[in-house]
């Protein structure tokens, strides 16, 4: 599968964005979806994710502020993001994975090329 990330931009603190993630392919419903972000000088870290069946999971750092979907007709992943503070800026990346689904991110097999999310404060 092939992925394609958009929907970064710049926005002041307390904003929102909605980033989506476009697959290729037919099969895009028997993926496990999730989003990793990596802010500047630091490791890529896991931020969400969401099954094939539909169950997500949050980090401690987005929960209650962040949100995860999919539309399968539309082979479209997205992240809700509401209440935006500057330690969110990042680039963020999707990622898709047959079988895994967890938080270690090192364990998806296909990412997108990743978009730019800015907040200022």
């Known amino acids: 599968v092939q992925l394609q990330a958009s929907g970064g931009g710049l926005v002041q603190a307390g904003g929102t964005l909605r980033l989506s993630c476009a697959a290729s392919g037919r099969t895009f419903s028997l993926y496990h979806m999730a989003w990793a972000r990596q802010a500047p000088g630091k490791e890529r870290e896991f931020v969400a994710l969401?099954?094939?069946?539909?169950?997500?999971y949050y980090a401690d750092s987005v929960k209650g502020r962040f949100t995860i979907s999919r539309d399968n007709a539309k082979n479209t992943e997205y992240l809700q993001m509401d209440s935006l503070k500057p330690e969110d800026t990042a680039v963020y990346y999707c990622?898709?994975?047959?079988?895994?689904?967890?938080?270690?991110?090192?364990?998806?097999?296909?990412w997108g090329q990743g978009t730019l999310v800015t907040i200022s404060s």
């Open positions: 990622a898709a994975d047959l079988q895994y689904f967890g938080i270690n991110h090192h364990q998806y097999t296909y």
């Open positions: 969401i099954s094939r069946t539909g169950s997500t």
